[in-house]
């Protein structure tokens, strides 16, 4: 029996777990899927209701999964381990991973997230910390609203790994009939897009709060998307990649929906919430506020310019008054589009 490990029990950690159970019953295996998570009172909940209610509401989990608090127990024997914390978490978490991980394990990252202090995508900190190759490193990326997918309403996903082999592997575990995964050899290309997208979703949010139109956040996407782009070609990633699904469809989805974390925080500094009072009206973690600094660094490292990212920055950072981003956020000298 295969067993898959799923490190936090969040809205999209607890539907990729669904997701991967649903798979197996499509494929005709029976895995033993488990989730981490930290707080008792979810994992007795998911174990004996199968349910998820403080993420998920109502929706059924599949009987195969079960929770436990101990991450040494979810990640032990484990042949895939799925990677769903909070970015800024994850290097204390491996540890506890390095010393129960399988040999041959592959480790799967759903974070959409850069490390600050260091500026690591997470996949580069999974190599770090558990010294495993990258080809035994897969990220997956996409328009991957939480709610929509557990729902079972069809959408579609990129698996990405450096081996081919291994990102099939993974695509066929995840792979039913409301999920569909397309595999990718681009790993910093679809990391770099999940992890901006995020920033440039607050922007939108934030035109929201000020009640800016649609002309404005369709600019505001559309320039992001090149500011994206820029970057993460400037570090290796491949130009198809943002106009498929963990480029533009992963944006498109994240700035457009009411159900995005990233898009509700900025309509929140829209109107007037300090990025504090902003975070503690959500939920779960938005991202975009924690790796924003971290993109910045990122691109001045690289010499790459994103004003819009450095914007939404400034305001996280109490620098620049809200009223005054739409302002700056197309503030570039005059040039071709292109560029």
């Known amino acids: 029996m295969t067993k898959i490990a799923v490190l936090g029990a969040g809205s999209w950690g607890t539907t ?22 930290r ?55 491996l540890q506890v991973v390095r010393e129960n991980l399988h040999d041959s394990a592959i480790l799967v990252s759903l974070i959409k997230g850069l490390e600050r202090g260091t500026d690591l995508r997470m996949s580069e900190v999974i190599g770090a910390e558990l010294t495993v190759a990258p ?4 990220v997956v990326s996409g328009p991957n609203l939480a709610m929509e997918i557990a729902r079972e309403q069809p959408t579609a996903s990129v698996v990405a790994c450096t081996s081919t082999e291994t990102a099939e592997r993974v695509a066929a575990l995840c792979n039913n009939a409301y999920f569909r995964p397309y595999t990718n050899t681009d790993v910093i290309g679809v990391e770099i897009a999940g992890i901006v997208k995020n920033v440039i979703a607050l922007a939108v949010g934030i035109c929201d709060g000020q009640q800016l139109g649609d002309n404005s956040k369709a600019s505001v996407i559309t320039r992001g998307l090149a500011e994206t782009t820029r970057l993460a070609t400037e570090l290796g990633g491949r130009l198809e990649t943002f106009s498929g699904l963990a480029g533009l469809g992963d944006l498109v989805a994240t700035c457009a ?66 009223d005054r981003l739409s302002s700056l956020l197309l503030a570039r000298d005059l040039k071709a589009e292109g560029r």
Not at 20 to 29: E, F, I, K, L
Not at 135 to 138: C, E, L, M, N, S
């Open 257 to 322: 929906s009411p159900l995005s974390r990233n898009r509700s925080a900025g309509r929140l500094l829209g109107e007037g919430f300090t990025a504090e009072e902003a975070t503690a009206r959500l939920s779960q973690t938005a991202e975009g506020m924690k790796s924003g600094s971290a993109v910045v660094e990122l691109a001045r490292q690289h010499q790459v310019e994103m004003p819009i990212c450095e914007a939404v920055v400034a305001v996280l950072d109490g620098v620049l008054p809200v």
């Open 135 to 138: 080809d035994r490193i897969v």
């Open 39 to 93: 707080r008792p009172e979810v994992a007795a909940e998911i174990t004996e209701s199968h349910t998820n209610t403080t993420y998920l509401g109502e929706t059924r989990l599949p009987a195969m999964i079960t929770a436990t608090t101990d991450l040494a127990e979810a990640v032990r024997d484990a042949e895939v381990v799925v990677l769903a914390v909070p970015a800024q978490s994850l290097r204390s978490q």
């Open 16 to 37: 990729f777990a669904k997701v991967m159970a649903d798979s197996a019953v499509v494929g005709g295996a029976e895995p033993a899927v488990v989730l981490w998570a």
